[in-house]
């Protein structure tokens, strides 16, 4: 790859990782973790990885943790399997495989779910899944779209991407998480109004060239400032939570 291509390849995952829904849920995720790990070197499954960006991010932040991406789809592990060789990045790997079915992996310290549940038919078998392969007593954190969110942007999509329910409430995500056998879960609202705005403005141009998401790469790298430091407005539009396997 000559050095224009890879000036644009560097670019373009750069602006990739900045959409502001991802680089919110990245950064909270991310927070929890470390949070739980306490300095602990720990194995991580990044379940439903995509296209890598959660593991590859923790990956490089974290070299002493082990991290293993599982997703369905072969071609977005395919580019996520050449980034991490591209990043020199030793400590994470990614596999085939259905968060429906028994994973052949096990013995996790903490499953990382971010928005993939909504996605999944069977949400409990799903949850079933990703407590089994946690070690008991380990965690999950794992962030979904609120039941009610609504775009801020006329115009914008009523409807998150590939989903098959509308999202979850509190009480019933609750419910949800202790019939597929976890405990202890502290859920909170998360991504307000003008990450909302910015996010929808992102897929709005996201398709367009370079020079003009460049353009526009400064005003949601400030909207996901701003609304880490709570100066958004507006109800949440997703829930983040934390629970974990009982130690029995």
């Not at 977005?76 to 050449?82: F, I, K, S, T, V």
Request: aromatic share 6%; glycine share 8%; charged share 25%.
């Amino acid at each position: 790859m000559g050095p224009a291509r890879r000036l644009r390849a560097i670019l373009e995952e750069r602006l990739a990782l900045m959409a502001p829904s991802r680089r919110l849920r990245l950064a909270e995720a991310d927070r929890l973790l470390t949070a739980w790990a306490a300095g602990r070197t720990i194995r991580l499954l990044d379940a439903g990885c995509g296209d890598g960006i959660l593991s590859l991010s923790l990956a490089k932040r974290h070299p002493e943790w082990t991290i293993t991406g599982v997703d369905l789809r072969d071609d977005l592990l395919a580019g996520a399997r050449e980034r991490a060789s591209a990043r020199g990045l030793r400590n994470v790997r990614f596999q085939a495989a259905d968060l429906l079915k028994p994973l052949q992996v096990g013995g996790f310290d903490a499953v990382a779910a971010l928005e993939c549940l909504s996605e999944i038919p069977d949400d409990e078998a799903a949850l079933r899944t990703m407590r089994s392969a946690l070690r008991p007593g380990g965690a999950l954190v794992a962030q979904v779209p609120d039941r009610d969110w609504k775009p801020v942007l006329p115009g914008s999509a009523t409807e998150w991407r590939e989903q098959v329910r509308q999202g979850y409430g509190s009480d019933g995500l609750a419910r949800l998480l202790a019939a597929a056998g976890f405990e202890s879960a502290r859920l909170s609202p998360t991504y307000r109004s003008l990450a909302a705005a910015a996010q929808e403005l992102r897929d709005r141009i996201k398709d367009r060239g370079l020079a003009l998401r460049l353009l526009v790469f400064p005003f949601l790298a400030a909207a996901v400032w701003l609304e880490r430091r709570g100066l958004t407005w507006g109800r949440s539009n997703a829930i983040l939570f934390v629970c974990r396997r009982p130690d029995h």
